[in-house]
T-cell receptor
Framework: GENVEQHPSTLSVQEGDSAVIKCTYS??????FPWYKQELGKRPQLIID?????GEKKDQRIAVTLNKTAKHFSLHITETQPEDSAVYFC??????????FGTGTRLLVSP | AAGVIQSPRHLIKEKRETATLKCYPI?????VYWYQQGPGQDPQFLIS???????DKGSIPDRFSAQQFSDYHSELNMSSLELGDSALYFC?????????????FGSGTRLTVV
């Protein structure tokens, strides 16, 4: 089955810096790659997603890139703000099938 | 906009007791998924239903069962509770037909087994 690895497990940046989180997946049939932001005790919130027919997607300060050949995808956050501090999960799925999550990255943005 | 509704928000049970978690998907969503998230862990897929039929099964213990009802709400039944069952349980829903629409998670049920 699908296996998703996520790095780093923790990431500390200064406000205004960029943050990059990377994930790799094992199943070449996976075609949907969402990123979730989760604050303590709250639900995962979708922040951006990408499908396998697209190499890059951007939404304001957040972007995701996908390399199907290498089977990895990355989350890029620019101009980080303290409120970006949270745990970020990548995930992979084949369309409507179950999400397989990465192990999470705790992002800390210091003022 | 309507969201995925889960109840209860918090639940405290003793070991060996039974718990029932409920999930009400977004109207017109036809698929429900259940995930378990232990402290500091990533969400783990338990089970899913499409059009009231079980569509996939993950790492769900035999002590747990689930179903989706005619109104599309789903219930996760957990028996013989163990301390290790303490976790956040999330339900998510999506819309598969005619075109797939991504997941929306509910706010979760925090189950504490004492």
């Amino acid at each position: 089955g699908e296996n998703v690895e996520q790095h780093p497990s923790t990431l500390s940046v200064q406000e205004g810096d960029s943050a990059v989180i990377k994930c790799t997946y094992s199943d070449s049939a996976s075609n949907y790659f969402p990123w979730y932001k989760q604050e303590l005790g709250k639900r995962p919130q979708l922040i951006i997603d990408i499908r396998s027919n697209v190499g890059e997607k951007k939404d304001q300060r957040i972007a995701v890139t996908l390399n199907k050949t290498a089977k990895h995808f990355s989350l890029h956050i620019t101009e980080t703000q303290p409120e970006d501090s949270a745990v970020y999960f990548c995930a992979a799925s084949k369309g409507f099938q179950k999400l397989v999550f990465g192990t999470g990255t705790r992002l800390l943005v210091s003022p | 906009a309507a969201g995925v509704i889960q109840s209860p928000r918090h639940l405290i049970k003793e070991k060996r007791e039974t718990a029932t978690l409920k999930c009400y998907p977004i109207p017109r969503h036809d698929t429900v998924y259940w995930y378990q998230q232990g402290p500091g862990q990533d969400p783990q897929f338990l089970i899913s239903f499409y059009e009231k039929m079980q569509s996939d099964k993950g790492s769900i213990p035999d002590r747990f069962s689930a179903q989706q009802f005619s109104d599309y709400h789903s219930e996760l039944n957990m028996s013989s509770l163990e301390l290790g069952d303490s976790a956040l349980y999330f339900c998510a829903s999506s819309f598969i037909t005619p075109g797939w629409e991504g997941y929306t998670f509910g706010s979760g049920t925090r189950l504490t087994v004492v």
